[in-house]
Structures are given as C-alpha cells and as structure tokens.
C-alpha cells in the first residue's frame, strides 16, 4: 500500500545496489525472519472507510455536559481549515529552521498568546497535556529549591494527582501532602499549618476540578511567605475573564489548553500549556522558539535555550520530552487570533452564564442541590438524592452525557458543565431528563 | 527590489484595535452579575485583533514558509517521513470519533473503545508482544513509560538495587535522557567495530545493578543487531530486561518480530512507522508494548473486552498508574488503527522491504562521494559521512544547507554521535526511484560545487524566504514572545 515500485523499478535499483532480490540486503538472521503474522485482511480504501464509519456509528452521540479537564467548545472552520493545510500537518520538527519559518513562527505567536493570557514572562512551545505539564512544572520546583515536600490542593483533577504520582516515582525523598478541601476549596487554615520551610511548591487548580474558583491571592502568598513556589494549574478558557496566574504571583502556569480550538477526541491529544516566570525559563522543559537574525539582519524565528535538551545534554537534560504538541497549538494559536481579546472574553461569559443558568434550574429540582457555595465558572458540583453512578447510565440512555464523581466524601454528586455550545433549550431538556428519573 | 508587504510581520503587528474575527452570541448579563468582581481580570489579554480573513491569509501566508511532505521528499533518518494518507485525515475530522468526551459512559463509545482494543490487538500480533498500552503520548513518552514499567517490574520481585540502564552509544539523545528522568544511572557502552553493541563491553557493564538495557533495533546506523538473540539471553540471565527503541521499526515491519527475538519492552512511534503526520513537531503517540511476564507492570487503564462489552475498568493491582490525563493521544491511534487495517502480514513485509531497497539504492548511488560509514548493506536508513579531505573546508551543515536551496529538506545531520559529519539519511518506501534519483543528483551536484565553488555551498542557503540564521545570538538574548 503506497508503494510507488514497478517491478522494473526495482530490478534497476537491485542492479545498482549489486544484489539480485531484497532478501540479499538484510541482516536479520534466518531463523528470525519473516515469521507468520496472524492478521486480518487489508482493506481497500474504500472498505476501510465504510468500516471506520461503522465503528464511530457504534458511538452513541450524547449532549455533553462534562467537563472535567476536557472541554467541548465550537470551533470555527478557520481553524481546522488553516490547520489541515499539508503545508502545516506534514511538515516535520522545525529542526532546519530556514525552510521552517512558517511554524516557528506560529509557534512564536503561540508562546505570546499564551504569556498575554496568563500574566507570565515566557512560555513553552507546548507539552503533552496538562497533566504532564503539571508534574514537570513540580519537577522544575524541586530542581529549583531542592526542597523535598510537595503541597497539593486535593481539588486536582484526580488524573493530574495519578500522573505527579507517577512523575515522582523515582524521587522517594519528595513526599506529597494533599490539603484538606472545605466548601469545595483549599482550607486555607490547614494550608498554613502545613506550608513549612521544607515545602518547595504549593500547586493549586484555579478554578478546581469541582469548578470552584479559589482565594489564590491568599494562597499564593502563603505559599510564597514560606518561600515555597507557586505552581497555578488554570483553566484555559477562563483566562478570557477571570484574573490570571501572573496577577496571583504564580511561579509556574500550566493548564490543559485544547480547549482552545483542538475537538476533545476522547481525551487526546490534549494541548499542555507550559509558562513560568522569566527567572526560571532555563528550567523549563520542552521547545521554545525565539526570534534571531538572518545574515543579512532580517528577522527569522528559530529553536532556542536548546542546551536545556535531551538532544543536546543526553542524560543531563531538564526533561527527555523531544516533541511538543505542535498541531494543537496551532489550532490554538488560530482560534485565539480569531477570537481576539474580545470575542474570547465574550465566549467565557457565556460559558458562565450557560452553567449558572443550569445550576439554578437543577438545583431547584426537588432533592437535588449545589454541593458548594462559592462562585464557579463553567462547571459545578450537583449534590443528587440517588446514586450518582446510576443516574449517569440512565441520562446516558436519554442521550445525556454527566458525569459521576470518584471521590468517596462527594457521594451521590455529579459535575455538570455547560460551555456556550449548549442552548438554554438544552439545558432545559437536562433539567427536565433529571426531574424524570 | 525593496519590499513593500512585510512577510514575516507578527499577527500583532498587523492587529487593529476593534477589528473582530469570528462573532460571539452575547451573554444577556455582564459576568459580574453571577461572579464577584476580584476574581475578573482588569484588562483583556493582548491577543491580535484580525478579521477572519485577515487570519485565513496571515496563516496561509506562514505555510508557504513552511516545507512539507506533501510537496517535497524529508530524508531524515530515524525520523521515518512517509507518506500521510489523506483518509486518516478524513477519519479524524468525523465527528463520532472527534466530538467524543472521555469521561462519557462506556455504554455510549464502545466505537472508539473497540479501535482501541483492536489496534493494541493488531500491535501485539505484529511483536508477538503479550500486552500494550496505547497512552504514551509520543516516542520518548513511550520510553519513560517502558522505562518506568520495568522499574515496577524490579520493585514488585523486590530487586532494589536495580539502578542501572545500559545505553550504547549510538543511542538516539531521548534515551539516556529518559534513563534519568526514570531515576536511573546511565551507563555508555561503545558500540564495536562493525556498528553492532559489542557483546564484550555489555558482558562487562552487565552487573545485579542492571535494570534495563535499552537497544534501537535496527540501530541508528541502519543495522540490525545481529547478536540479538544472544544479547537478550545475556541481558536476561543478568536478571535485567531488554527494552526495544522501537522508532525504526518500519525497518522490521513484517520481516522480525520483537518478541521472537527475547524483546522485554518496546515502543513505537505511530506518528512514524504507521503514517500518523508529524504536524510540525506533533502530536504523536507512542504506545509500549510488554511481554507477558512485565505486561501486569504497564500503564492503567487498558481497554479489555468483558463479556462483549469494551471497558477500561479492567482492575490492574501492579500496574505503575498513570501516564497522562486520560488514555492517549486517541485521534493519532485511530491513524494508526487505520494504516493497520489496510494491511496484511504480506503488504507490510513490502513496506519494509521496499524501505530498505530505497535506502540502500541511496547508499549504493552515493558511495562514491559521500562514503557510509560502515561499508556493509543497510536496513531502512544509511548513515553517510562528508569526507574532510575532499570537502575544501565545508561541512556537513553546509550541504544540508545547500540541500534545501535544490528543494530537499536536509537529512538528520551530525547524528549518530560516533560517526563524524554524519548524514543520516531515510527515504522511506513510499518514495518512487524518480525521487531518488533527483535527491542523488542534488548530492552529487552539491559534491561538484564544493569541488568548485565551496563558497557557495558554505553560505547556503540562497532560496529560502530567509538566509542561514545566527542561533547562538537568538539563545544569548532570547526574544521568546511579543511584548
């Protein structure tokens, strides 16, 4: 399949190289090659389409109201049309930067929008996701003040705790501590009993995996009164219209960012979103692209700081991470050109209002309630008179997708999200799905 | 002719104040309305302001800069550029694979769960390996991963002294990297005279504190390990495991099975090997695969088939946890899936027969000018060298640069470390012999220039939209974002 070779061909090849068939050319041993693969038959083009779609027809579409960590949002054409460009998604690592202008510099814009957007001094050409991020941002602290305990709100998105776990495997002296959470948010007095001159970073979700928005100000000045740093995990779209991280004094800010223009795609790829204080740049894992001069003093965009990298320090290197997510912070740096700082701003108000319009009208349904008191953005915590878990199939089963929380304190809760992709009918249509069941 | 259009103006710098691109339904109430007004920002972040079509052309005009695939060869070695199929494009874009939660009820995406299932499936019977994850998120993701599950392999038998990893020296950069990141010792071994790891040197570096040998096979001078068996069975009685670079397998596909071969642990770079595209730098996905006696140890969740059903919530009491944030890079593995599914256990034994034919087609063409550095047939890649005596003073660089004003991207240059002035070169088998022999005459024509005019060829290159760029200036005073 896609091979250009006549038979012709490839006796002529075979002549050149002085060797009558293929076989002559490798150096696998005998008893190795070419074993049995016990494969199903190939499929043309055209039967491989039909099959694709079959397998996505076995996909019930829902009305999504889970957020999460993964955010449905409406993506302008633009973008994906841009994006799609051959020039753009078979290019490889702009490693010969002369004939890579074109994505270094969205690369370039990418780290600037993502500076103007959270208040902080430099910015990387993205990572995995966010929770990669996060873990390498805790890493970079460690490095940084060599201080060995880690503090955590408790309100991270549990897959971000799983991954910094994970992340910090080899490190047995750190030791992780979560703060106590209480309506929903950090317990600010147990933050300061535990922050101590041992603590290298606080990290703290804003808003938090229950849609709570924290007193970050406060919190961040504690952490930094002990001089532990401050890592601030945002929520991408937020930043259209809540404070941002570099307002709070973050040290550190990495967020999920594939809200921003990338379809949420069962989870990935996601879009790390990776930037700090300009202090710490060196200790930032991961591309960055800067502006140099050609020869002839003309401007031109290229990889720079590499000397932080796997490629070039080997074993010394800040991180062994080698690719960015090049193609969704493309996505992302198109939608936030297309947006612009008012069309963003506006997108996030109607996600706040999408989602307190829908916490009013369930919270009224009898039985059910707000589990949390203090302001949210996109997303809330719904307190249910029956098993959470239960009612997530039944929805299911109405063609509505929620979601059910993990935590044994939130029993009996569901985190509700809407973005502005949902209309007031929609919602109307989940509050009357819930007062059915 | 002096320009009138600037061309490499930042969408900023073409911003006008007011100017809108794409129109928001407004909300009926101010935020203020629902959230108290310390938690809003005081200013709106310092975005461009562009019209769509400003935007569309901005965006169109940034890549022409770009060379691609789609329109010119990439004989970068190691990095597997072949040809992205169009459908796979399509597929993603569908909105019963794209518009998909993760955290939607297994009940409503058993599609997708049922691509997954049958693409770790299909990796298994093309490795003879026993289990594999699909959440890696790239090539060297996959290697932390792989690395991380054999040091939860060693933990769960109690084997604590275990803090060593063997790397040759031709290793590509990510893996004594990833050694490290996974909290182990690094230990180099040369490779012996004939590109191969000498089985002296890893005798020698074998000790109770290996935990992992990590081999590239083929490795990154274009040769199969042709001590493989013996090299694993060493590794094994040394109670260590074999971890396989698996980013040149396309090398392998359909001619070798890993686990035939004693192969403990593998990755692979779908974004290489199964035609997923590069996107710039990424997404990729790299998914690891493990022998039955690690395969406990791997990442959770994995997608199991119970009862006719696909779930993720199968239990998996030993394994290390979680990589990242969900199950992978799922719109990658469905490429992946794709490529796959249109072949069997014949096509893909012609991939890589045809990748090595055109590998060695290059090699044979060239030997003359640019010399491989070890005179023996190649797998996928051949590793050739600029030759210093014949050079009149240009470098490797220099004819990569050169390379780019005949309308081909350079091949991966200086790399693998002990071959001085490499030239790593991978055509993959998706180019036709038209291709090569244009890419053969631009070598052999850079060859002449520097014979006759090394000025040339050392102040390339001359045709792109900007000349050779000052790195070390950019990394001095890094400008890193518009202010």
Known sequence: MFIPHTSTEEKEMLARIGVSSVRELLNIPQDL?????????????????????????????????????????????????LSSRGEFLTAYTPYQAEASQGTLQTIYEFQSCICALTDMDVSNASHYDGATAMAEAVLACVRINGRQKVLISSALHPHYKEVLHTYLQHFPQVSVQQIPCQNGVADK??????????????????????????????????????????????????????????????DFAVGEGQAFGNAMHFGGPGLGLFACKDAYKRQMPGRIVGIAKDKDGKRAFVLTLQAREQHIRREKAASNICSNEALCALNAVIYLTLMGPQGLKETAELNVERAHQLADLVSKIDGFSLKFTGPFFNEFVLQCPVPAKKLVQKLAKKGFGVYALEEKELQNCLSLCATETKTEQDLQDLAQALRGI | MQEILNTSALSIEKSCPGRRGVRVEKSLKPAEAYLPKDVLRPQA????????????????????????????????????????????DAFTALDSFANVHPFTAEVCVQGTLKMMYDLQELLK???????????????????????????????????????????????????????????????????????????EALSKALSERTAVVMLTVPNTVGLFEKDIVEIARMVHASGALLYMDGANFNALLGLAKPGDFGVDLL?????????????????????????AHVAPFLPKPIVTLKNGKYTLSGKMPKSLGRMKAFYGNIAVCLRGYAYLRQHDGNTLKNVAEKAILNANYIRASLKDKFPAFFDRTCMHECVLQTVPAQMNGVHTTDVAKRLLDYGFYAPTIYFPLIVPEALMIEPTETENKEMLDSFIAAMTRIYEEIQTQPETVKSAPHGQCVKRIDEVSAAREPNLRWK
């Open chain 2, 45 to 88: 972040p310092k975005l461009p302001e562009l019209s769509e079509f400003d935007t569309v052309r901005h965006f169109t005009a940034l890549s022409e800069k770009n060379y691609c695939l789609d329109s010119r060869f990439y004989p970068l070695g190691s990095c597997t550029m072949k040809y992205n199929p169009k459908a796979y």
């Open chain 2, 125 to 199: 019977a093309i490795t003879g390996l026993a289990a594999f994850t699909l959440q890696p998120a790239a090539g060297a993701h996959g290697e932390l991963t792989g690395i991380m599950t054999a040091k939860a392999y060693h933990a769960a038998r109690k084997d604590k002294k275990r803090t060593e990893v063997i790397v040759p020296d031709t290793a590509h950069g990510t893996n004594p990297a990833t050694a490290n990141m996974g909290g182990f010792t690094v230990v180099n071994i040369k490779s012996g005279p004939d590109g191969c790891v000498d089985k």
């Open chain 2, 267 to 291: 990755h692979f770079n779908l974004h290489k090997t199964f035609a997923a595209p590069h996107g710039g730098g990424g997404p990729g996905s790299g998914p690891v695969g493990a022998a």
């Open chain 1, 189 to 250: 007095q147990a933050v300061e009993k535990m922050l101590d001159e041992q603590t290298s970073c606080l990290v703290l979700a804003n808003p938090n995996f229950y849609g709570q928005l924290e007193d970050a100000q406060t919190l961040g000045e504690l952490a930094h009164a002990k001089g532990a740093l401050f890592v601030y995990v945002f929520q991408a779209m937020s930043l259209g219209l809540l404070r941002t991280p570099g307002s709070y004094g973050a």
């Open chain 1, 33 to 81: 090659a070419y074993p049995h693969l016990d494969l199903p038959p190939a499929l043309t083009e055209a039967q491989l389409t039909a099959h694709i779609k079959s397998l996505g027809a076995l996909n019930k579409p829902v009305k999504n109201f889970i957020g999460a960590g993964c955010y449905e949002h409406f993506i302008p054409a633009a973008v994906n049309a």
